[in-house]
């Protein structure tokens, strides 16, 4: 170190001693030199003070770490190491992150939060399994992962020592581990070990631990739990030894304490049925367990607790019986300490009331004798040599012995219960290694310390030697390993304490021998440990008492008092009450109190080179057995020797606060565990020697900044840090340089670490300076060009300003000019304006006179026309009603006597048949009379023209006339009746004056009624528009509704689909579970050699064929086909083609027959309805036959015609036939049995011809009979139709009833012409519309095309080229679409007929398997292959044949031998093709066994290679073959669903005779289990690459930091010999990504599965990646989110790159690129706050906040989080909803889904390569 660096100079911050907080923090204000006696200081609340500093009495003060070292997860990484320095990291990392867990060096200190917290789950185990104990925070998992890893690695048992004061957490940090343990090393086997290990908690609890007043849930027993393990390293079994239960707390609790909790869960449920033989109340109404005052803890229910108890202990197998004894002698404890004593009148004796109900509840529930047990709870037994007395005991004596009884009871109860466990948790297998658990309590000290406290006290120091000594031991190991010189360094031993307790003539051995004194008494074996011990330094008498005596423990000075010490080491019991109890009729109770074997039964279960925990005893003797010290003191040495057998792990629990408040710190209480549990040792050992280690390389990265350019010449970083040391350091005694580490002293870091500050510091000076200069240089820049700028716009304005003046000079004068135009011009235009108004009025006066004048003649005129018009009106209308009313009388008279006389002509049915006759003659004349009348009203028009001009004429002569008489010359006769005439239009205006006074007054009546309408018609107007408002509203209120249910049904949707995945997660979870058991089953399998089942497969209903179930084609039933067996033999012996022809021809006309059976049925129907018709109307006339009747008659001749001409083709093809087949029978031989099939044939045709003929016959017969019967229907036309002319020509009337009777069907011929004439009425209707409807659609054709037309013509000649053969080609396309449509319909049919051929010949192939099987094996694959050809062309039908003694090589030769390598060059997905082709012909030839068979066998192999062959390329290989064998059964299953994307060959490819929709199910689950298999390898394959390439290497080169390290990254336990993952690179994980990817294409998987699978490994990579920047302090750093951000784009262009983007899997790190993000905004005010909340929607509230509080500063010129700012994000967070797990679940699995894909391969053209060997298969 350079000389002149002085560490107490100004702003160096100290540790000065604090009474309250034990260490406080200072700031030095002014330089310290040597030998000054003062230390200027400044506090933290800015306070100076004057620190007195000497040699020996005060030392200078700790020095500070820097803050970057602040909150480190290694206590050793610390630069100095002292008791403030680690007091201060562990109070920063409880209180600020709230971080419990802490390492210093191998020790795991871990701070009880007295809350729980989410970090136990098994998602965080699984985070932590396989994981370095230094790349984690630290955690319990941590440390029992190290233990698990170290066991497997070098195969050395390995301990866990969990210790602390009560209250610290011990209980529970040793259930974490036990819970870490069963977890990652299940049981191989179905024992469920694991789950009996963890059962075993509840029930030790129950009858272990008690509440305290330092822990409500303190054990009060110390266990070591050894969990064995087998060569595989799964749990096998486990093991329990226990130490040093406090027995004294059955009879006696403190204040505000609690007995164990089985007695007060007892009395919790003592209302229960099942308890209410026991006889309890209240735990209130009990002695031993009313001590305390208080038995109730609050959030603790004791009754549940117990339920919880019994089930674990069912569970471990104890039976019911022993429960319920177990519970009977927990109650009898009770009734006994309530059991009253009284005292006798001489004060030496005493006696029991033998009516104690408590006491008979006891003999009761123990079932020992009442009387036996009385007397000897008050008497006892002394025995000499010679005699025997029974002496009595006082009250005292008694009590005591009744406690010592029921302590003794309750001992042999635990010793049990704890056997009954191990025997639960022990198997049979043999046990290869062992971790154990060490509970134990740690160092007590209290005002009153006894017995129990004393042992405690012992073992501890027990402990911390072999602690002390073991971390001496690694501290050395790694200086040699480094091959760096060290001396021996010294540590606190505290062996001579030791020796004063357990060795000869220590404490213990005075204790017993005083407790073998008959009168021996506390106070004398306190006197002889004064005399004794007096000299020893460990040992110290207290000045004021003579019955006490201190100890100097190694954690401090505890003083015990004598008190008691003897009656609790003998632990005395009368002997006669254990008698009566070893008596009882209860076996359990009996066994309980029987003396043990040489050896216990723990000790032989174990199956480890270790000493059973208690050693064997002797037979007991009157003197009875060994002191309670001798026996702890042996069981405390085999634990000794256990734990030295074995690699111990330590965990120090720390108790904060005595208050048990969540996350307060008493730094006092905490200072006083932390020196008693060995921390501040270790911490002592560390900095003794080189406690801050670094490799080179981290070295190199942190303190290069230090370096110079000449420095960096050599490439040898070792070289170039010993270079910077050996220059920085002068001192070589402050470090050493190792193989791999450089060790420095202690401070040395904080040294080079301001060096590194003051480095940066001046560096940033330089850059500050830099900057503003070049700050200040461009603000010059700006501020000149401003100014010049100014100027410039400044002279520019003057000029303007001139220019502007200049214009505005010039503007006024031409505006002067022109307003002086103007005002002249307005003053004229005003005199103007004013004399054309004058002259207008002055007109308009004159001329509206004239005009009045006019008007009032017109007036006159209009008066006058219309009261003429009103008289004449009313003239007409008399005249009218007059005429009206004699026409009505006139015609009554007239109608009265047509009516009589229809009455009597409607009596005759003459009548109607002249009406029904003539009713076309009538129409006829109709028709003619309305011609006849438009003619005439032509006629009346055109004369009533001619009438209109006449009177025109006529008026105009009388106005001539009227002007003349006007005129002053006209005659005095002429003037007469002018006045005449006036008189009259004066008495005609009076008239009318009157009429229009009362038309004023009806005017006026209606117009008050309008006005009333009017106020009414408002009135409702108003209501409506209030109903209207009140329909808006509940319109609105309606959308808003409608918004809500489509909100609602969207989120019903979405819920919908998240159960849906939910469903097809948990469907596939069980199928991952089937697997397992499949898995399992297949073990069990090969272990027993059993046979394997084959699963068959669902066919059809029927077992002839499938013609009569699901086909779309028409069925052929076995009655229709007939007895065709003799034809089949035919077929076999003349040959296949031929046969084929003539059975298709037989088919054939036998479905000709059928289709003239049909017609002759409904000809036979038609003919029965005409006869009925017939004979219902016999001999009555009828009406014409209709139209329809007509068409029908002609439709069945032509009809008849078309039949024979078919049945004549069918003669000459059937005479053609025979010719044919008789010339190849000739040709081909004259063998007698040709012939005899070729006659049976023959007669089988004819009688087909003969039956063809019958239905001929039966044609005609039926064509005779409909022709008659229409002659028939003509004569009875024409016999009607003369009876009618009869009926009109006689007009007299015929009587109804009469007519009825000569014809009887006249109404009804009435209703049918009826009916007949509305049906043509209807038709014709709609015969019309259709016509309108064409014409409108022509119009509209002809006008687009006439506007197309214009359009052309208004185009240019090359526009209408190019327009024309648009057109044209628009028409051609929609003819091509056309004839397409045409051409499938056609297709289709021509598929169905070949179907049908095809199901013939399968008739066929059945009726023939009875004469098959007598042929030789090898005859029947030629037969069934050339059945299968139907087809004239010899071409491949897509199906191979194999023989079924083949199948076996079949599936050897596709999937056992199979490698993807093979096929990798031919089409993907081969060997799905090639076992669908096979099943496509077993399913052609109707072979149902070989289907099953061989689908059975594929899933069965597919399933055994998996298992053989976990790799990647092979289970990705069968994924693409499965599910496209698969899609296959899909694509050719037949059903319309999966055909719509087929081509016409493939639909012929169909499947036929079996459904197949099992064995779908079973390859797709098959299919699920495969994927997943998948996903597990390729997630074993990445989980080592991840967290190296996305965490810590440096995709960015040098922006990551270096931080010292502390023990863990340097601890020889990792041992990992340079084979750290770190080597791993972001390149290398996208390398194996697109391997995968490529491995997956090749192969044919689909892309949709593609894109699942790398959706599935990208949440992979999120979730490990997340969990471990959550569980890692070192990595969440500004520079960790720079790289992370990175690294995600680096994968989002790989996705993009194989056009993976679209597969969601970029969604799935959205968590990990908002943890990058948060890792780098600004943390400091509450706009940064907002901004986070509003930006990690993906991250849930515990996820935030858990890394701010791991955000770590990787300098000191960044800033950590502070807690207001987090609690700032919590209190924003509050609303969310988010679930309470902080790490991801990295085994979450996306529901799977396989898309229907079908297949373009058509199979006729597959190649099948030679290098398969599948020359067995046929093509077919």
């Not at 609690?258 to 007060?264: A, L």
């Not at 073992?459 to 790694?478: C, G, M, P, T, Y």
């Not at 799905?1472 to 069965?1500: P, Q, W």
């Not at 044919?1644 to 920047?1669: K, W, Y």
Request: with cysteine; proline share 3%; hydrophobic share 35%.
């Amino acid at each position: 170190m350079t000389t002149d660096y002085n560490p107490y100079c100004k702003r160096t911050r100290v540790w000065i001693p604090d009474p309250d907080d034990v260490w406080k923090a200072a700031e030095i204000t002014r330089d310290y030199t040597e030998g000054q006696s003062v230390l200027h200081l400044k506090l933290e609340d800015e306070s100076l003070l004057e620190y007195p500093v000497g040699l020996k009495d005060n030392p200078l003060p700790f020095l500070r770490n820097p803050d970057i070292l602040v909150g480190e997860n290694d206590l050793t990484a610390l630069s100095y190491l002292h008791e403030p320095a680690v007091l201060h990291n562990l109070k920063v990392r409880f209180l600020e992150p709230n971080h419990i867990y802490t390492y210093c060096g191998i020790v795991l200190v871990a701070i009880n939060p007295y809350e729980q917290l989410p970090i136990y789950g098994e998602e965080v185990i699984n985070a932590y399994s396989g994981q370095n104990m230094g790349d984690m925070d630290p955690h319990i998992f941590a440390v029992a992962e190290e233990a698990y890893k170290q066991m497997a690695r070098d195969e050395r048992n390995q301990s866990i020592i969990v210790s602390g004061e009560s209250g610290a957490g011990k209980t529970v940090s040793a259930k974490y581990a036990m819970r870490f343990f069963a977890t990652v090393g299940g049981s191989a086997s179905n024992t469920n070990v694991e789950e009996k290990v963890l059962a075993s908690s509840p029930v030790m609890e129950a009858i272990g631990n008690a509440k305290t007043t330092r822990n409500d849930n303190s054990s009060r027993f110390g266990k070591y739990i050894q969990i064995g393990f087998d060569r595989r390293y799964h749990i096998i079994g486990a093991n329990m030894r226990t130490y040093l239960l406090e027995k004294s707390r059955v009879v006696f609790q403190a204040e505000d304490e609690r007995n164990y909790h089985i007695f007060y869960q007892l009395c919790a449920c003592a209302s229960l049925p099942e308890f209410k033989d026991l006889a309890l109340n209240s735990a209130e109404d009990f002695i031993y367990t009313s001590f305390g005052e208080n038995i109730f803890i609050p959030g603790v229910n004791d009754a549940e607790d117990l339920k919880k108890t019994l089930e674990a202990l069912t569970l471990l197998g104890v039976k019911e019986s022993s429960q319920n004894s177990i519970i009977k002698v927990i109650a009898s404890i009770l009734h006994l300490g309530n059991v009253e004593i009284c005292t006798e009148r001489d004060g030496d004796s005493c006696h029991i009331s033998p009516e104690d109900a408590h006491l008979n509840h006891f003999c009761r529930l123990l079932g020992v004798e009442l009387e036996q047990m009385e007397h000897w709870l008050c008497h006892r037994k002394l025995v000499t040599t010679s005699e025997t007395y029974i002496k009595n005991m006082s009250c005292k004596q008694a009590n005591n012995a009744r406690d010592a009884l029921a302590k003794h009871i309750y001992a042999r109860m635990f010793d049990w219960i704890v056997q009954h466990v191990n025997k639960a948790l022990q198997v049979s297998s043999k046990q290869h290694s062992f971790i154990g658990v060490l509970d134990i309590y740690g160092f007590e000290t209290f005002e009153m310390n006894s017995f129990e406290q004393f042992c405690i006290n012992y073992a501890n120091e027990k402990l911390q030697q072999q602690f002390n000594s073991h971390v001496f031991k690694l501290e050395q190991e790694e200086y040699v390993k480094e091959q760096i010189p060290w001396t021996l360094i010294d540590f606190y031993d505290n062996q001579p304490c030791i020796d004063l307790i357990e060795a000869k003539l220590g404490i213990l051995d005075l204790l017993d021998e005083e407790c073998k004194v008959p009168k021996g008494m506390d106070q004398k074996w306190a006197q002889k440990l004064y005399a004794q011990h007096s000299s020893n330094g460990h040992f110290q008498k207290p000045r004021m008492s003579n019955t006490s005596f201190i100890i100097l423990h190694f954690a401090d000075k505890v003083e015990y008092q004598c008190e008691g010490f003897l009656e609790k080491n003998r632990d005395t019991v009368y002997e006669e009450q254990i008698n009566i109890l070893k008596a009882s009729k209860f076996q359990l109770v009996a066994d309980l109190f029987l003396e043990k074997q040489e050896g216990s039964s723990a000790a032989r279960s174990s199956r480890v080179n270790v000493r059973a925990a208690k050693p064997a005893l002797k037979a007991p003797n009157k003197e009875h057995r060994k002191s309670v010290g001798h026996q702890f003191r042996n069981s405390l040495q085999l634990l000794m020797e256990t734990l030295n057998a074995t690699t111990p792990h330590y965990v120090r629990c720390i108790k904060p606060n005595d208050e048990k408040e969540a996350f307060m710190f008493d730094s006092r209480r905490a200072v006083q565990q932390l020196r008693a549990c060995g921390v501040l040792e270790t911490i002592r050992i560390s900095a003794a020697g080189f406690p801050s280690r670094w490799t080179y390389q981290d070295f190199f990265n942190r303190y290069r900044v230090l370096l110079k350019k000449s420095d960096m010449v050599t490439g040898d970083k070792k070289l170039v840090c010993k270079n910077l040391l050996e220059t920085l350091i002068k001192d070589p005694d402050k470090f050493q340089f190792g193989k791999t580490k450089i060790f420095f002293r202690a401070g040395q870091v904080a040294y080079l670490e301001k060096l590194r500050a003051d480095k940066f510091r001046s560096a940033c000076i330089k850059i500050q300076k830099t900057v503003r200069g070049w700050l200040q240089r461009v603000r010059y820049r700006k501020i000149c060009k401003s100014a010049i700028t100014l100027q410039r716009y400044g002279r520019g304005y003057l000029a303007r300003r001139y220019a502007e003046q200049l214009r505005l000079t010039r503007a006024a004068i031409i505006c002067q000019k022109w307003y002086r135009m103007v005002r002249v011009r307005r003053a004229y235009l005003k005199v103007r304006l004013a004399v054309i108004i004058i002259q207008a009025y002055t007109r308009g006066m004159y001329t509206r006179r004239i005009f009045q004048e006019f008007l009032l003649h017109h007036k006159a005129m209009v008066i006058q026309r219309a009261v003429r018009g009103w008289l004449a009106r009313r003239r007409f209308k008399q005249a009218r009603d007059a005429a009206i009313t004699i026409q009505c009388a006139y015609r009554r008279t007239r109608a009265k006597r047509q009516l009589k006389q229809l009455k009597i002509e409607a009596r005759s049915a003459e009548h109607l048949k002249k009406l029904n006759s003539g009713m076309e003659n009538k129409i006829v004349q109709l028709q003619r009379k309305m011609d006849d009348q438009s003619k005439g009203l032509k006629s009346q028009n055109e004369q009533l023209m001619n009438t209109n001009a006449a009177l025109g004429m006529e008026l105009s002569k009388m106005q001539k006339e009227l002007e003349q008489v006007r005129g002053p010359h006209g005659d005095g006769n002429q003037l007469i009746s002018l006045q005449e005439e006036l008189e009259r239009l004066r008495a005609e205006l009076r008239e009318t004056g009157e009429a229009k006074q009362r038309l004023e007054e009806e005017h006026c009546d209606e117009r008050l009624g309008w006005k009333r309408r009017v106020e009414e018609l408002e009135t409702e107007n108003s209501l409506l528009k209030s109903e209207k408002e009140e329909m808006n509203r509940r319109i609105l209120q309606h959308s808003k509704s409608t918004e809500d249910q489509e909100n609602s049904a969207s989120q019903r949707e979405m819920h919908l689909q998240a159960e849906l995945d939910k469903d097809r997660q948990s469907y596939q979870n069980l199928l991952k579970e089937f697997s397992r058991l499949e898995q399992r089953y297949d073990n069990l399998q090969e272990e027993v050699s059993l046979t394997k089942f084959q699963k068959g497969h669902r066919r059809n209903p029927s077992n002839q064929s499938s013609l009569e179930s699901d086909s779309n084609y028409p069925s052929i039933s076995t009655s229709e086909v007939g007895d065709t067996e003799d034809s089949i033999q035919l077929v076999e012996e003349m040959g296949v083609e031929n046969a084929a022809m003539d059975i298709s021809l037989f088919m054939k006309l036998q479905k000709r027959v059928r289709e003239l059976e049909q017609e002759r049925k409904r000809l036979q129907i038609e003919l029965e309805r005409i006869e009925d018709s017939a004979k219902s109307t016999g001999t009555e006339s009828r009406s014409p036959m209709s139209e329809q009747d007509i068409a029908d008659l002609a439709y069945n001749s032509l009809k008849r015609e078309e039949l024979e001409s078919e049945n004549k083709k069918l003669k000459n093809d059937l005479n053609e036939l025979r010719r044919t087949i008789a010339d190849r029978a000739s040709q081909n031989g004259t063998s007698h049995e040709l012939q005899e099939s070729y006659n049976l044939l023959l007669h089988q045709l004819k009688g087909a011809n003969e039956e063809l003929e019958a239905r001929r016959e039966e044609v005609l017969i039926l064509r005779t009979q409909i022709v008659s019967v229409a002659q028939q229907q003509e004569k009875n036309d024409h016999i009607g139709s003369k009876a009618g002319a009869e009926l009109n020509n006689s007009k007299q009337p015929v009587d109804k009833e009469k007519a009825l009777k000569a014809n009887p069907g006249a109404c009804e011929s009435d209703k049918l012409l009826e009916a007949q004439l509305q049906s043509q009425s209807r038709q014709h209707k709609d015969e019309l519309e259709a016509l309108h409807t064409q014409i409108e659609l022509l119009k509209d054709d002809s006008e687009k095309k006439q506007e197309r037309l214009n359009n052309i013509m208004a185009l240019s000649p090359e526009a209408q080229v190019e327009y024309s053969v648009q057109q044209e080609l628009t028409r051609l396309t929609n003819e091509n679409l056309d004839f397409k449509e045409l051409v499938e319909k056609l297709e289709k049919n021509e598929r169905k007929l070949k179907k049908q051929l095809k199901i013939y010949m399968k008739k066929v192939q059945e009726l023939e398997a009875p004469q098959g099987a007598a042929q030789p094996s090898k005859a029947r694959p030629q037969l069934s292959r050339q059945v299968t050809v139907q087809r004239k062309e010899k071409d491949f039908e897509g199906m191979l044949e194999y023989y079924k003694e083949d199948e076996a090589l079949l599936v050897k030769s596709l999937i056992t031998d199979i490698r993807p390598s093979v096929v990798s060059a031919t089409v993907p997905c081969l060997p799905a093709y090639i076992l669908f082709m096979c099943i496509r012909h077993a399913d052609y030839v109707n072979d149902d066994e070989k289907v099953g068979a061989l689908l059975t066998s594929t899933i069965n192999a597919i399933k055994k290679v998996l298992k053989k062959n976990n790799d990647f390329e092979m289970t990705s290989f069968w994924l693409a073959n499965t599910s496209r064998l698969l899609h296959c059964l899909k694509q050719y299953s037949g059903d319309e669903v999966f055909m719509t994307q087929n081509t016409a060959k493939q639909n012929e490819h169909c499947l036929k005779n079996f459904d197949l929709a099992e064995y779908r199910q079973v390859l797709s689950d098959l299919s699920i289990q495969i994927y997943q298999q998948l996903i597990k390898v390729a997630e074993a394959i990445m989980q080592p690459m991840i967290v190296s390439a996305m965490l810590e290497s440096e995709s960015i080169p040098s922006l990551a930091g270096v931080k010292p390290m502390g023990y863990r990254k340097r601890s020889s336990s990792m041992d990992d010999d340079g084979r750290s993952p770190s080597s791993y690179t972001l390149e290398a994980l996208i390398r194996q990504l697109g391997q995968f990817n490529g491995i997956m294409g090749e192969h044919g998987m689909d892309p949709e599965i593609i894109s699942q699978v790398v959706r599935q490994l990208f949440h992979c990579i999120n979730a490990i990646t997340l969990n471990n920047l959550l569980l890692r302090k070192d990595v969440c750093s500004w520079s960790t989110g720079m790289q992370l951000r990175y690294n995600i784009s680096q994968m989002e262009e790989w996705l993009r790159g194989n056009n993976l983007h679209q597969s969601k899997a970029a969604a799935t790190l959205e968590p990990i690129i908002q943890a990058a993000q948060l890792l780098q905004v600004k943390k400091k005010t509450s706009q940064d706050a907002e901004a986070i909340c509003s930006l990690c929607a993906a991250l849930n509230v515990q996820q935030i906040v858990k890394i701010l509080n791991l955000y770590t500063p990787l300098n000191e010129f960044e800033e950590r989080v502070t807690v207001s700012f987090i609690r700032n994000i919590q209190s924003r967070l509050q609303e969310r909803n988010d679930l309470p797990q902080l790490l991801m679940d990295t085994k979450h699995t996306f529901p799977v889904l396989f898309p229907y894909t079908p297949s373009a391969l058509h199979l006729e053209s597959l190649h099948i390569p030679a290098s398969l060997s599948l020359d067995f298969l046929i093509r077919v």
